[in-house]
């Protein structure tokens, strides 16, 4: 999944969507996620929340990812990040300094933008964008990514 901590419709696949696909694919151990940022306007917004997520403490990304997405509309609705970020930082396992620094850290944002670069290179153009094993799925309904995953399961 390309995704960016601004985007609505990331939001509402991660709220909406993300909990029957995982409880299909990824708790039975059929299928890994693999999250890439592809931060979208507003951009700082975006990285800077996609640096909280990087910065997070082992196995806790997916936490924030969830803080970041369940709270994206109060926070648009509100016009102001920080209670958004501060949740993010909360359920990081890190302290907000330990964040500050791991984001200070050059490796932190040329990370982000590898994965830029990579979407970038493999023709995402807007997010939410998926791939089940290189190839692109438009579609993202739990249908349709469905579709793509149970033959590629049934041939194994």
């Known amino acids: 999944e390309y995704a960016s901590f601004t985007c609505s419709h990331c939001a509402h696949w991660t709220n909406d969507i993300l909990p029957q696909f995982k409880a299909l694919y990824i708790d039975t151990g059929k299928v890994r996620l693999v999250f890439r940022d592809?931060?979208?306007p507003p951009a700082q917004i975006a990285a800077t929340a996609a640096g909280i997520a990087r910065c997070a403490a082992p196995n806790r990304f997916?936490?924030?990812a969830h803080s970041l997405m369940s709270g994206q509309a109060a926070a648009f609705?509100?016009?102001d990040a920080r209670d958004w970020f501060a949740a993010a930082i909360a359920a990081s396992?890190?302290?907000q300094?330990?964040?500050e620094t791991c984001m200070k850290?050059?490796?932190t944002s040329q990370a982000l933008q590898a994965e830029v670069d990579g979407a970038v290179a493999a023709g995402v153009t807007g997010t939410p964008s998926f791939f089940v094993?290189?190839?692109r799925v438009s579609d993202h309904s739990l249908e349709a990514l469905s579709a793509a995953i149970d033959p590629l399961i049934r041939a194994r």
Do not use: L
């Open 38 to 40: 592809m931060p979208t």
């Open 62 to 64: 997916f936490d924030v």
């Open 77 to 79: 609705e509100k016009g």
């Open 93 to 95: 396992g890190r302290s």
């Open 97 to 99: 300094e330990q964040i």
């Open 105 to 107: 850290n050059p490796a």
């Open 133 to 135: 094993n290189g190839r």
